[in-house]
């Protein structure tokens, strides 16, 4: 074979190769694993703004939604927007707020996570939520400073982006998250 033939033959071979690392680099962004950027103070004390997390694509498609999963999904108002929350509660659950507490099927949540003791919310006069058929009903743990279920209900499952799992920023933060 000539050089020239050579050459010719090595570049395709380089093209074909950055072409599949291409595609398969979209194929993990789109249907795998994303990141995404915490804006806004909904989640502390847990995420804080511009924490920078790895969220899990698939696995809520393979094993569903589990209590205390930390959601990235989109705002029920504005799809172009994600939120990221908590889920309190499943499919078929009551959630109630008594006295600003929280109960799921008549049972109060205890949630170190929240920022105020015991998860106290205050939300208006007392208030009822039925989570229907493929919804999970979803709180910021800064519960005086977040736009969640209480405001726009349960959120469809399909509208969810992902499960959040991991901080990489910053860098004195790195790891899970729970």
């Known amino acids: 074979m000539n050089s020239s033939k050579k050459v010719k033959s090595e570049f395709f071979e380089w093209i074909i190769m950055i072409i ?3 595609i398969l680099a979209l194929i993990i962004r789109y249907f795998v694993l994303s990141s995404t950027l915490v804006n806004g103070s909904s989640m502390e004390p847990t995420l804080k703004t511009n924490d920078r997390l790895l969220v899990n694509r698939i696995s809520f498609m393979v094993d569903d939604l589990k209590y205390g999963d930390i959601v990235e999904f989109h705002n029920p108002h504005n799809e ?12 078929g659950d ?14 109060p949540l205890k949630e170190e996570y929240t920022s105020t003791e015991n998860g106290f919310t205050t939300f208006g006069a007392e208030s009822y939520w039925e989570v229907g058929k493929d919804e999970v009903f979803v709180l910021g743990d800064n519960r005086p400073n977040s736009n969640d279920s209480r405001a726009f209900g349960p959120i469809e499952k399909d509208s969810i982006v992902g499960i959040a799992f991991f901080r990489f920023y910053p860098f004195s933060k790195i790891g899970l998250i729970k």
């Open 94 to 107: 009551v959630v109630e707020i008594k006295n600003n507490i929280v109960h799921v099927n008549n049972k």
């Open 20 to 22: 599949v690392a291409v």
């Open 80 to 91: 172009k927007e994600d939120f990221i929350k908590r889920v309190i509660a499943l499919e």
